[in-house]
């Protein structure tokens, strides 16, 4: 009975050691290194078509726009290398005879008054839409962004009637609030 308390006694005082002794430290921190993904070829945004009918002045008028990535235009690369075309889109503003009223053809350049370096060389021309006829006006809203992003530049264009065009930043970025000018 000696033996066995004796035996106890050193396995309760081991298990006791080496519960309180401190494992060593190593100063190595093991980390997965980040690899960079390799741009891919360069992305197009797909074609888009909208057609808008609508009236000014009396007149019946529809609108049509189509943008299409262009390959002639100089390509835009992101912060990560990734390279994107650029769009070209066509404003066709025909009256009810089929008589054209307006046309035009918009690229990045067309909007270089209301865009500053980093957009020059790193935005593309997004998108235009029609957004109203009202006061005499037809109302387009046009984007040159940074692709990809939530990032963009609001250009609002106004066609008379007699169709003259009149381009401006959008500082309201809501077209619909009835407190902008109506003046060309």
Known sequence: MKKTTITLCIAIAAIGMTACSEKKKSDNIITKKEVKKAPSAPIRMQEYNQTTETRLAGTELTCFIHRTPDDSLAMVKDETGQAYFD?????????????????????????????????RHTGILEGLVFDKAEGGLLKFAASVSHPNTDEYIPILIKIDRNGNMKMER???????SGEEEDDM
């Open 170 to 176: 959008d500082v309201n970025l809501d077209t619909t």
């Open 87 to 119: 769009n070209v889109i066509e404003l066709k503003i025909t009256r009810a005879g089929g008589g054209v009223f307006f046309q035009k053809i918009f690229t990045k350049a067309s909007f270089d008054s209301f865009l500053d370096d980093d957009y």
